[in-house]
Structures are given as C-alpha cells and as structure tokens.
C-alpha cells in the first residue's frame, strides 16, 4: 500500500535528493515548490515563468509535450491548478510543471509557441475551464458550442440539474 | 493564394478558414477558393467529425477540424462517481480499445492506492490488450480500406473481428464495453475453453494477415492511393503531439510499452515497428507489422500463463490483490464469511478511500499514447480524472498532412491516423 512517508515534498528536499535530474538541473532558478511522490516528478513554477520553464526542459531533453489539463480547487485559492505532462523521448522520463492560478486573474501565457501541440489543449482547458491564455493563436471553445453560458469542468458548476 | 496568416503548425479554427477563403475570393487577384464542409455526417470521417476546408479546385488550401459533436462530459461524470463506478465510463471513451481505457485508468488508481496487482492478472491483462490491439487494428483496416474503396477488406477484416469479439464476450459478458478490469485485478475468472479459443485465433491470426496484405500491398491501385500521400515528418510529429503508429510511420523509435513498460511488459520479447516513410502507406505498413508482434505478444503470455505455479488445490493463482478493503470478495466468502460480507457492503455503499496525491498513468494504446492523470483529495470519489487521448493531438497534424494535397488524398489521410471520436470528444 501507498507509504505517505516515501514522497519528497518541498523544493529543498527534491533537488538536494534529485539533484542529478536533468529536468531539476534545468529549473533550478524557476522552481518555486517541488514534490516526488509516487515516482513522479512535480515542479511548481510561476505563471509568468511557464514559457521559460517549458523552454529550459526542451533545452534539457525533454522533448515531447503529452498534454495540459486543469484541476479546480475551488472554494479555496489558489484555485486553479495546471498540469503539464512533459515527456523525454531519450531519457525516458516524465516531468510534470505545475501552475497555481487565483480565480481573480486566472489566465496563464499560452506555452504554442513552445510546442504547437498545447493548441487544443489549451482550447480545451478554456473552454471548460475558463483559463484564459495570453498569446495563444485562436483561443475559441473546442468542446462546447460556441454559445455556451458556463466553463463545465469548474466546481461550482452541477454534475446534474439547472445551473 | 496567399498562404494562413497564423503561425507555422496551427491548426486554424473553422471560422478563420472562412474569413480567410472569403479574404482570398475578394482579393481581385482573379482567384477563387471554395470552402466546403465535410461531415459531421461522412461515412468517411468515422464519426462525427466536421471539416471545413478550402480548395482551390481540387486542391486543399486550409483545413479545420471542427470538434465536441460527441462531447458528453465523461470528465465531470467521473468526479461524481466512486472509483469502482468509473471503470465502465473509460469502455466508452475509445469504444474500439475498451480494455487498454480499462488498464490505463485502472494502472492510475492502483499507482495512487499502491496495490501489487499478482502476476497472473498483469499476464492476463497483457494478453487482452495485444487481442484489443489487433481488433482495433481489424477496424482500423476495414474501415481504412473501404475508404479507398477496396470493399471486400471490410468483410475480412469484420470476420477475424468477430471472433475477437467472441473472446471479449466469453471473458466479460460483453462485445464492445466489456469494463473487465478492475482496480486491483481482473473481475472475474476466464470462462472454460478460453485459453483453448485464444489459441486457436492466436494460430489462425497470421494467415490471416498475409491474406490481408495479399490483398492490398501488392494492389497498385492501393499504393497509388496510399504512397506519397500525408507526409508528416519526425519534427512535426513529435511539434503536433503526435503518438502511436503515425509517430513511428515518421520515423520516430517510440514505444511506452518497451520504453516505459507497465503492466509486466518488460518482460515480453517484441520488434517496434518503425518506417521513415512519413506517409499514408508507412502508417499502413507499420500497424500491419504491429499486428504480427501483438500475436507473438499473445503467444508469449499464453507461454507465461500456462507455466505459473498453481496453488496447493491445483487450482491457478489469483487475478485480484490482496486487499479486501478494495477488491470485491468473491460469493463464496461472502455468504460463509461475515468480514467478507462487511467489506462487500462498505465497497458498494461507501466506496473506498484513496491517498490524497495525483498521478498520470500512460499505456500504448492502438491508436497512440493514453494517458490518465488521476487526482485524488482522499475521499472515495475522484478529484478530477483526464484523459489524454491519442486522436485528440493527432488530429492536430491533420493540416499539415493535407496541404497542398487532393481532396481525395483527406478521406485516405483521415483512415490513417485511425482517429476515434468517441476519444476526441470524450
């Protein structure tokens, strides 16, 4: 069964224990907060810092994005939490960037130019979640119709019933 | 024609394909585009997919996908959910790969939970997914190959289909949303003559495909169609996020089941298909050899499942962990055990907690890489489940595949990436 005692949590303690990793060396300055936990590496950096943290971890070999999502913890703030799942085709490894929004100003720098492949991804997370992306090419709904009232995926909107 | 405004790679949004046809028919340059609007309702979009494209003539100048005909929001339903309940909700996701949904969405919560799943159940597993593979494939080919307009394909393809179907009834009680795994094993004990009717496919399978490929890869009306057709290269492939085989068909050596093994699949001897074709007939060629190696896959567990040891009654060893307090106790126990009976209500009524934490669980899926990020708060219902999906991102290099190319050369570019929408608009 799952040990709460095998994660690593806090910056100080990853990268003193990780410090060979290459996605650790390549945020060294950006990393705001870090966690190994269940084998999987997660980083927090700053939202302003995401398009160069994504460029430091391309530069380090991870090459392939997978994939962005959000995850809302509403009522509580920061609210919004994005994931990004980065992977590298020559190390074999994954490496997740964190991003911790407030629901006031809950946009992020769209990360296209980085990787095209984040286009629908982040389609995606603004239409279902309302995160609004500075920079990215055609920010439009994807899932929903374009006249949709309401971002589906947030908390405070039913599973089931009026709105 | 002046090409997209937008930046190199991005796939257009519907309505700047309008404006920018209308911008090019204004521009009294004496040309003339034609926008057209493919689907929802094509045969060939294998689904409901809508594309908007502009053609000069016959040519594509831009393209769109238009998404979410099918958008039925199994993200939110599964946070409504107790983890046991979403396991039948991941079946109608890739409706074509039901079992790979199944262990990607159950290799997630056991990764959060810890469970040691037997070795028998991870063989079991295995073996399924390789039939689901080639059955996916067997879609894939028909429907590929009655695109390009070689009928009889469907038909062939549809037999050894329907006796992959017949496995997954045996197994589960059901042909195509079989939901046969569960977190921390299997459901239930494979019927009587199982292995003997896997075999027995296993032994036919490779026939099989040479029929197949007698059929089309020598056919010059089918490497007219297919050859040359879609180019993609490694470096787009790998800019537009694409997986599976049209990342290998461009050249790029990625496979998760060797490179980033799960469920026991390191130990199973297999090639990974590679071609630097980039085009139409490399992604063919690549899923036909993909099909060979899931047989010798399935050979290989069958080997592995008939050599483990078997317990002190003669009976093979369990498919589930060893933990009642998150797997369902069988009918026997229950009705002679009263812990048994305990654990049975609790499950059903109350669920079972998960360790707050999140994790992202990755299979090769036929169609590329999925994956299920997971987030638990430590209650029994899923924080938020995601699903990342192959067609979804593959979908995204649709453009660059198409430009420049006859409107012809889409439908046969479409049947390539297999796309799935049932997985794109989940």
């Known amino acids: ?163 | 024609m002046a090409p997209l405004a937008a930046p190199d790679r991005i796939t257009p949004g519907v309505e700047d394909v309008i404006e920018d046809a209308k911008r090019h028919g204004n521009a009294g340059t004496g040309e003339h585009s034609m926008v057209l609007n493919m689907g929802p309702q094509h045969p060939s979009t294998h689904g409901v997919l809508r594309v908007v494209l502009e053609l000069d003539g016959e040519i594509v100048i831009a393209l769109a996908p238009d998404i979410g005909y099918l958008h039925t929001g199994i993200e939110k339903t599964c946070e409504a959910k107790f983890y046991q309940q979403v396991v039948p909700l991941t079946d109608r996701i890739d409706y074509l790969s039901p079992m790979t949904n199944n262990l990607a969405y159950c290799l997630a919560v056991e990764k959060l939970l810890g469970l040691e799943i037997p070795e028998r159940a991870q063989l079991l597993r295995v073996l399924l997914n390789e039939i689901t593979r080639i059955q996916s494939h067997l879609v894939w080919l028909g429907t590929h190959a009655m695109d390009i307009g070689a009928l009889t394909m469907f038909l062939y393809c549809w037999r050894e289909r329907e006796a992959i179907l017949r496995i997954f009834e045996a197994v589960s009680g059901q042909r195509m949303m079989t939901s046969y795994f569960r977190i921390g094993g299997l459901a239930l004990e494979p019927p009587m003559g199982f292995f003997e009717t896997v075999q027995e496919f296993l032994d036919a399978m490779p026939a099989h495909i040479d029929e197949y490929e007698g059929l089309l890869t020598g056919n010059p009306i089918w490497m007219g169609r297919l050859k040359g057709v879609g180019y993609l290269s490694a470096a787009d492939a790998i800019a537009l996020g694409v997986t599976g085989p049209p990342l290998r068909a461009s050249g790029v050596d990625w496979d998760l089941r060797r490179d980033m093994p799960y469920s026991g699949y390191e130990k199973f001897q297999f090639d990974v298909p590679v071609s630097t074709g980039g085009d139409v007939w490399a992604r063919y060629t690549v899923r036909m050899l993909e099909m060979r190696e899931s047989v010798k896959i399935c050979h290989q567990a069958m080997a592995m499942l008939a050599g483990l040891p078997r317990g002190a009654d003669g009976k093979p060893g369990p498919i589930v962990a060893d933990a009642p307090k998150i797997v369902l106790p069988n009918r026997e126990k229950m009705k002679t055990e009263m812990e048994a009976l305990i654990h049975h209500f609790k499950i059903v009524t109350e669920g079972f907690a998960v360790p707050a934490g999140e994790v992202y669980q990755a299979v090769e899926s036929p169609r590329g890489e999925m994956g299920y990020y997971v987030v638990s708060d430590g209650t029994a219902k899923p924080y938020r489940v995601h699903m990342r999906n192959p067609s979804f991102a593959t979908l995204q290099a649709l453009e660059t595949m198409c430009k420049g190319r006859l409107l012809a050369d889409v439908v046969a570019v479409i049947g390539s990436i297999d796309i799935v929408l049932g997985e794109i608009d989940r």
């Open chain 1, 1 to 163: 069964m799952y040990d709460p005692a095998s994660a690593l949590l806090g910056k100080a303690a990853v990268f003193e224990t990780m410090a060979e990793n290459p996605a650790v060396v390549a945020l060294a300055e950006l990393a705001t907060d870090a966690k190994f936990d269940r084998n999987e590496l997660t980083i927090t950096v700053a939202r302003e810092n995401i398009v160069a943290a994504c460029e430091a971890v391309k530069a380090a070999g991870y090459n392939f994005f997978e994939d962005v999502t959000a995850v809302d913890w509403f009522p509580q703030e920061p609210r919004f939490q994005l994931s990004y799942h980065i992977v590298s085709h020559g190390l074999k490894e994954r490496v997740r960037l964190r991003v911790l929004l407030d629901s006031r100003d809950a946009s992020v720098p769209s990360i296209t130019s980085a990787w095209p492949s984040a286009n629908f991804y982040e389609r995606e997370v603004f239409d279902l979640f309302g995160i609004d992306f500075p920079g990215h090419p055609r920010l439009t709904r994807i899932m929903m119709p374009e006249n949709w009232q309401g971002h589906p995926l947030r908390k405070d909107y039913p599973v089931e019933g009026y709105r």
